[in-house]
T-cell receptor
């Protein structure tokens, strides 16, 4: 299995531009998570989906952030308009939602810099 | 929601010594506690986990203990090696729906 696949791996964009991050979860996994990691705040859960349905988006910082999961194999996290304080590593993760012991597997992350 | 606290934030040990990282959680219903290791520029990767019906689990040089009454769990690394240097995160979850992470511990193993 290729694991969780994220793109782009690195992006540098100007303030005000739209940013779209993409994620392909591990095949067969039915829960998907978006995390943001910064030095100051550590790993923050932004939103998670079960069976393509958003369950909790309380971690989404502002209306500038939106996430979709149109099918079981694809999700996007969009920032519009982007701001310098959005600079962070954005991780997508997935798991099989059965039982209580199945942990989550992270993608390689998307390193976002907004200048 | 759940609140996970992790200590210390940084830890330096001599090669061969043991390292201990501690986490506390607030929600007594949490029932699964994984530990992740994140090397510089890499993704967090699971190294060991424990469920609430178990008090201790070992995997070679790594062990995790759980005290449900006190709501704390710890990671123990014995005979540390330079390649153990990384950031370690604890997490707590109720049935795997939301994983709440600690703030991380930066471990440095000095050769």
């Amino acid at each position: 299995d290729a694991g969780v696949i994220q793109s782009p791996r690195h992006e540098v964009t100007e303030m005000g531009q739209e940013v779209t991050l993409r994620c392909k979860p591990i095949s067969g996994h039915n829960s998907l998570f978006w995390y943001r990691q910064t030095m100051m705040r550590g790993l923050e859960l932004l939103i998670y989906f079960n069976n393509n349905v958003p369950i909790d988006d309380s971690g989404m910082p502002e209306d500038r952030f939106s996430a979709k999961m149109p099918n079981a194999s694809f999700s996007t996290l969009k920032i519009q308009p982007s701001e310098p304080r959005d600079s962070a590593v954005y991780f997508c993760a997935s798991r099989i939602r059965q039982g209580s012991g199945n942990t989550i597997y992270f993608g390689e992350g998307s390193w976002l810099t907004v200048v | 929601g759940e609140n996970v606290e992790q200590h210390p934030s940084t830890l330096s040990v001599q090669e061969g010594d043991s390292a201990v990282i501690k986490c506390t959680y607030s929600d007594s219903a949490s029932n699964y506690f994984p530990w992740y290791k994140q090397e510089l520029g890499k993704r967090p990767q699971l190294i060991i986990d424990i469920r609430s019906n178990v008090g201790e689990k070992k995997d070679q040089r790594i062990a995790v203990t759980l005290n449900k009454t006190a709501k704390h769990f710890s990671l123990h690394i014995t005979e540390t090696q330079p390649e153990d240097s990384a950031v370690y995160f604890c997490a707590a979850t109720l049935s795997g729906n939301q994983f709440y992470f600690g703030t991380g511990t930066s471990l440095t193993v000095i050769p």
